[in-house]
Protein backbone atom coordinates (compact mmCIF):
# COMPACT_ATOMS: atom_id res chain seq x y z
CA UNK A 1 0.00 0.00 0.00
CA UNK A 2 1.70 3.28 -0.91
CA UNK A 3 1.09 6.15 1.30
CA UNK A 4 1.25 9.61 -0.36
CA UNK A 5 2.20 13.13 1.85
CA UNK A 6 2.22 16.04 0.53
CA UNK A 7 4.02 19.08 1.11
CA UNK A 8 5.36 22.77 0.49
CA UNK A 9 1.83 24.43 -0.38
CA UNK A 10 1.29 28.29 0.69
CA UNK A 11 -0.16 31.73 0.57
CA UNK A 12 1.89 33.42 -2.58
CA UNK A 13 0.90 36.67 -4.40
CA UNK A 14 0.29 36.08 -8.56
CA UNK A 15 3.01 35.69 -10.41
CA UNK A 16 4.55 33.99 -7.71
CA UNK A 17 6.45 30.23 -7.58
CA UNK A 18 5.96 27.26 -5.32
CA UNK A 19 7.91 23.93 -5.18
CA UNK A 20 5.56 21.25 -3.91
CA UNK A 21 6.80 17.87 -3.08
CA UNK A 22 5.26 14.37 -2.69
CA UNK A 23 6.84 11.54 -0.75
CA UNK A 24 5.82 8.09 -1.10
CA UNK A 25 6.30 5.69 1.89
CA UNK A 26 6.61 2.57 -0.14
CA UNK A 27 8.38 1.56 -3.57
CA UNK A 28 6.32 3.12 -6.24
CA UNK A 29 8.67 1.57 -9.31
CA UNK A 30 6.01 -0.50 -10.36
CA UNK A 31 3.78 2.15 -11.55
CA UNK A 32 4.02 3.80 -14.55
CA UNK A 33 3.96 7.11 -13.36
CA UNK A 34 3.48 9.88 -10.81
CA UNK A 35 0.97 12.79 -11.37
CA UNK A 36 -0.34 16.02 -9.20
CA UNK A 37 -3.97 16.71 -9.05
CA UNK A 38 -5.81 19.73 -7.88
CA UNK A 39 -8.79 20.23 -6.59
CA UNK A 40 -10.30 24.14 -6.42
CA UNK A 41 -13.10 25.18 -4.05
CA UNK A 42 -16.78 23.84 -5.31
CA UNK A 43 -14.55 22.40 -8.51
CA UNK A 44 -14.16 18.17 -9.16
CA UNK A 45 -10.28 17.33 -8.88
CA UNK A 46 -8.75 17.49 -11.97
CA UNK A 47 -5.03 15.91 -13.68
CA UNK A 48 -2.11 18.82 -13.18
CA UNK A 49 1.06 16.90 -14.85
CA UNK A 50 2.61 13.78 -14.67
CA UNK A 51 6.59 11.91 -14.60
CA UNK A 52 7.48 8.31 -15.93
CA UNK A 53 9.72 6.83 -13.05
CA UNK A 54 11.83 5.45 -15.57
CA UNK A 55 11.98 7.62 -18.52
CA UNK A 56 11.14 10.83 -16.56
CA UNK A 57 8.81 11.69 -19.56
CA UNK A 58 6.73 14.65 -18.70
CA UNK A 59 3.08 15.54 -19.73
CA UNK A 60 1.08 18.27 -18.51
CA UNK A 61 -2.56 20.08 -18.53
CA UNK A 62 -2.98 22.83 -21.01
CA UNK A 63 -4.13 25.11 -18.06
CA UNK A 64 -0.40 24.87 -16.91
CA UNK A 65 1.73 24.05 -19.60
CA UNK A 66 4.68 26.65 -19.50
CA UNK A 67 4.41 27.46 -16.36
CA UNK A 68 4.72 24.62 -14.23
CA UNK A 69 7.50 21.54 -14.24
CA UNK A 70 7.15 17.92 -12.30
CA UNK A 71 10.04 16.13 -11.58
CA UNK A 72 11.15 13.27 -9.51
CA UNK A 73 13.98 11.36 -7.65
CA UNK A 74 13.89 7.51 -7.84
CA UNK A 75 16.49 7.32 -5.52
CA UNK A 76 14.12 9.42 -2.66
CA UNK A 77 10.64 8.04 -3.94
CA UNK A 78 9.88 12.09 -4.21
CA UNK A 79 8.43 14.13 -6.49
CA UNK A 80 8.37 17.44 -7.43
CA UNK A 81 6.12 20.29 -8.76
CA UNK A 82 7.55 23.74 -9.54
CA UNK A 83 5.30 25.93 -10.34
CA UNK A 84 6.25 29.44 -11.38
CA UNK A 85 3.91 32.56 -12.62
CA UNK A 86 1.66 31.10 -10.72
CA UNK A 87 -2.64 32.91 -11.36
CA UNK A 88 -5.42 32.75 -8.53
CA UNK A 89 -7.27 30.30 -10.46
CA UNK A 90 -4.10 28.05 -9.23
CA UNK A 91 -5.65 28.18 -6.12
CA UNK A 92 -6.86 24.69 -5.07
CA UNK A 93 -5.54 21.63 -2.85
CA UNK A 94 -2.87 20.01 -4.88
CA UNK A 95 -2.64 15.84 -4.37
CA UNK A 96 -0.23 13.35 -6.08
CA UNK A 97 -0.65 9.77 -6.73
CA UNK A 98 0.39 6.96 -9.11
CA UNK A 99 -1.39 7.16 -12.31
CA UNK A 100 -1.92 4.91 -15.15
CA UNK A 101 -1.55 4.86 -19.15
CA UNK A 102 -4.61 7.14 -18.70
CA UNK A 103 -3.73 9.26 -15.93
CA UNK A 104 -5.82 7.76 -13.34
CA UNK A 105 -4.99 7.80 -10.14
CA UNK A 106 -3.77 4.45 -8.59
CA UNK A 107 -3.71 4.79 -4.88
CA UNK A 108 -5.67 5.97 -1.79
CA UNK A 109 -5.18 10.02 -1.83
CA UNK A 110 -3.11 11.62 0.64
CA UNK A 111 -3.90 15.04 2.29
CA UNK A 112 -2.76 17.41 -0.14
CA UNK A 113 -1.64 20.78 0.48
CA UNK A 114 -3.08 23.86 0.39
CA UNK A 115 -1.93 26.33 -2.36
CA UNK A 116 -3.32 29.90 -2.05
CA UNK A 117 -2.39 32.59 -4.84
CA UNK A 118 -3.75 36.25 -4.33
CA UNK A 119 -4.47 38.81 -6.85
Known amino acids: QVQLVESGGGLVQAGGSLRLSCAASARTFGSYAMGWFRQAPGKEREFVAR????????YYAEAVKGRFTISRDNAKNTVFLQMNSLKPEDTAVYYCNTVDYSHMPTSDWGPGTQVTVSS
Open 51 to 58: VMWTSGTT
